[in-house]
């Protein structure tokens, strides 16, 4: 008998022909019939829907909200305490290194802070904010699923369920009902595109899927769309771009530490591993993370090293798929930062060199919707 969980919707994924696959301890859908390349340009040209239940979301509540920002600013290098109420954020959780210990968005609501964190992490994450925060509660909301509908077509897809998404800008969330059923929802994602997730309790989340299902634009997309649309709009994985031993400096996640964070910020400091963080920023650090695009048909797969064009190791993939929006291989790479102004690089697949060329990212062109 497996031991893998299952989300809520898991009976549901199998009578739509999902192909399962382990993911981070789940038996999730990586595909449906019509396949990862048809799942992944529906996405950039209609709407798909993901389960994303295996994600960890915890509620930390509070009858001040204002002291409990103040709290978790001693964790993150967020600005939580000038998030309006119903605006989410992303950002880090960091160890005393200033490796990356998790990515997560956070969500300011009138009673707490609302945290969606990575599958692999749920565990970690929540030790590290218990030791943290030793006399505050954290609740794990394991009866609650979370649903992603990304795609140009996802605001239409509300607005005919009733939603109004007109003054719904990315990154704000509210509590909205589709059916009778009540659903915490943020105009976010992790695909590049327009789109929401939302949060809904497991009892209520296949009549929610079915309801979204029936609009003409949506089809439903597993793991493998998702994978390589995050990867076209530049966006990092944890375990590939980021892990323990990277820091945001060494991810190119500068962006990541709020102004407010920074040197000559209004709070500058205060969190963990702040110093390093804030000295990495201003003087660089031993990595940096770049795009490529590869020369030809071969996918180069993550932890490929690559070489300078005078044999020189300069770095390693760490995520690679092949692009369908692009037609063509493209790759994530962390590189030395000695070698971060070249162009070219050289990576050994099957005794053939191949030729990688950098190039900016995002690779597609990021379609959130900011009014």
């Not at 000295?279 to 031993?286: K, L």
């Not at 930062?337 to 990021?366: C, G, H």
Request: charged share 20%.
């Amino acid at each position: 008998m497996s031991d893998l969980q299952q989300t809520a919707l898991h009976s549901w994924h199998v009578n739509l022909g999902a192909k399962m696959v382990e993911f981070a301890g789940f038996d999730m859908p990586v595909q449906y019939p019509a396949g990862v390349l048809a799942e992944h340009l529906h996405t950039r040209e209609q709407a798909s829907l993901f389960d994303v239940s295996h994600m960890g979301q915890f509620f930390i509540p509070s009858s001040d909200v204002d002291g409990l920002a103040q709290k978790l600013e001693s964790i993150f290098p967020a600005n939580l305490i000038d998030l309006a109420v119903n605006k989410q954020t992303y950002t880090l959780l960091l160890n005393d290194t200033g490796g990356v210990v998790d990515d997560l968005m956070i969500a300011r609501k009138d009673n707490g802070f609302l945290l969606v964190v990575n599958a692999s992490r749920k565990t970690v994450d929540f030790d590290y904010l218990s030791r943290r925060l030793d006399d505050q509660d954290i609740i794990v909301m394991d009866d609650y699923s979370l649903l992603a509908l990304q795609g140009p077509k996802a605001a239409t897809v509300l607005e005919g369920l009733g939603v109004p998404t007109s003054d719904w800008h990315f990154m704000h969330g509210r509590e909205i009902i589709i059916d009778g059923v009540n659903i915490w929802v943020t105009r976010s994602g992790y695909t590049g595109e327009d789109g929401f997730e939302l949060s809904v309790a497991n009892d209520s989340v296949e009549k929610l899927a079915d309801c979204l299902l029936n609009h003409d634009a949506v089809q439903p997309a597993g793991l493998g769309a998702r994978d390589s649309l995050r990867l076209e709009a530049g966006l990092c994985l944890w375990g590939h771009e980021i892990d323990e031993e990277v820091s945001p400096v060494d991810a190119s996640l500068n962006w990541a530490i709020s102004p407010a964070r920074r040197k000559g910020g209004k709070r500058e400091g205060g969190y963990i591993a702040d110093t390093l963080i804030l000295d990495q920023m201003e003087t660089g650090s031993d990595y940096k993370r770049i795009g490529l695009c590869v020369d030809g048909r071969a996918i180069v797969r993550a932890n490929t090293i690559l070489y300078t064009q005078d044999g020189h190791q300069a770095g390693r993939v760490t995520s690679g798929t092949f692009s369908p929006s692009l037609k063509r291989p493209i790759a994530m790479a962390k590189i030395h930062n000695q070698y971060a102004d070249l162009t070219t690089f050289v990576a050994k697949i099957r005794n053939k060199d191949m030729l990688l060329s950098l190039t900016e990212m995002p690779f597609v062109k990021p379609n959130y919707y900011r009014g």
